[in-house]
């Protein structure tokens, strides 16, 4: 069975979305796949930003019937109690449960233990994505909180096993996921003018973006210095490398900068220079920082490097704890010399992120159990900091470049969090909002 449906749903600001769904499933007994794509030429809320929306939305309208001829392979269910249930309603629906269970009590579908029966593929084609020459592809798995996760572009071998289809299966052709042409065969087209307005919003998943393309940057970084190797290109040098990769991402440069001064923001100022985090995302049109990034080369050179990551990760901690922000540590380096460094610390942070891999687990520590400096110490008491969570965001294709997300609490860390921008005008990139 291959189903194509022109999907619609509600976007961001109550926006009309669209995206294109392929669900396929071989057998009964294979998995059912959908492949969940972005239109050419729409400019509404993007898969990545809404999978959660979509999926949900596609899930309730083949058990309601809305969608005929598929079927989902599990509908589990759960119930939950009205936000106004007293205890004497709880009271009631024990006594007399047929009668009044209804009455105080919604059911929905879990949606997680659904996503785990099938596979979902993020899919945006061939200069629509990342990139110009081929489709950009991630596999989307959905943690118990409706979490989404991105694990990258998924095997042809790993397709073939779990779903009996071929790539070229999968993916409709060029025409099929071109609104434009979409739209000649479509009757009523109430949503032409969002379409067509100049409210245009740029999904940025910068922690993609950074895994894919820093790799190449640091080799061309080398060969241009005629460096065999990379130990003399250092973080400051990494920074510059990842701003020209955001100057592509992000829709306006000043949404992001180097070397941002958090000494004062924190209240932790003493004297001299001020501390600084190495690479700072703003909310736009704010200078509210919305992503904390610190940075770090693992190299033979460095003496007490895993003391140094630690020392990061707890300004990490308090990044996120004190200014609400989200933050990340990424180490670059050599593929022995990361393996070394991440070992040196491994109950901190992980190098396991696989998608097939079903136990995959964030790391967890308290505080009070990791070896930070004394002033660290000090200052994550001060904030009261007592948990330190990280999640693997990913690993690049040659093992050169790693990615974590580091926080106070779980319920903030997820895989290749998309963030969303809004250009008033396309063609200005003053015109954030």
Known sequence: MIRDLHFNFVGFHGSDGYCHLRI???????????????????????????????????????????IKDVTLPIEPTYERWHDDV???????????????????????????KIFNEILWIERYPA?????????????????????????????????QENTGFDFSDLFADPEVIDLKEVQK????????????????????RWTQDILNVLPSKIRTAKFASGRENDEDLWELQIQGLIEEIFSISFPAKDLFKSEFKVSKRLGIHKSGSEKKCDLVVFEPESNNPRVMIEIKKASKLIDYQSKKILQDIAKLLIYSK????????????????????VSEIEGVLSLTNSYEDTGL????????????????????????????????????EDKTVCLWQVSHVRESIMNNKPYLYRLMNPSSKADNV
């Open 185 to 204: 065969n479509i009757a009523e087209i109430d949503d032409a003018k969002n379409i067509a307005s100049n409210h245009v919003n740029r999904p940025v």
């Open 24 to 66: 396929a499933q071989k057998t009964p007994d294979s998995k059912m796949v959908v492949v969940c794509s972005q239109y050419k030429n729409y400019y509404g809320t993007s898969p990545t930003n809404a999978v959660e929306l979509i999926a949900k939305k596609f899930f309730y309208d083949v058990v309601n019937g809305t």
């Open 127 to 159: 200069g629509a994505g990342f990139w110009n020459d081929e489709d950009d592809l991630e596999l989307v798995s959905m943690g118990d909180y409706e979490d989404p996760s991105w694990h990258g572009r998924p095997t042809e071998s790993f397709i």
């Open 361 to 396: 687990k964030d790391k967890y520590k308290s505080v009070d159990k990791i070896e930070f400096s004394e002033e660290y110490r000090d200052l994550t008491a001060t904030f009261g900091i007592h948990s330190l969570h990280t999640r693997l965001i990913g690993i690049s």
């Open 322 to 341: 004190v200014l609400k922000s989200d933050a990340y540590l990424l180490i670059c380096g050599g593929v022995e010399e990361l393996e070394k460094v």
């Open 86 to 112: 007293s205890w004497i309603d709880k009271l009631l629906v024990e006594l007399k449960p047929k009668k009044y269970k209804k009455r105080f009590k919604n059911t929905y579908l879990d949606i997680p």
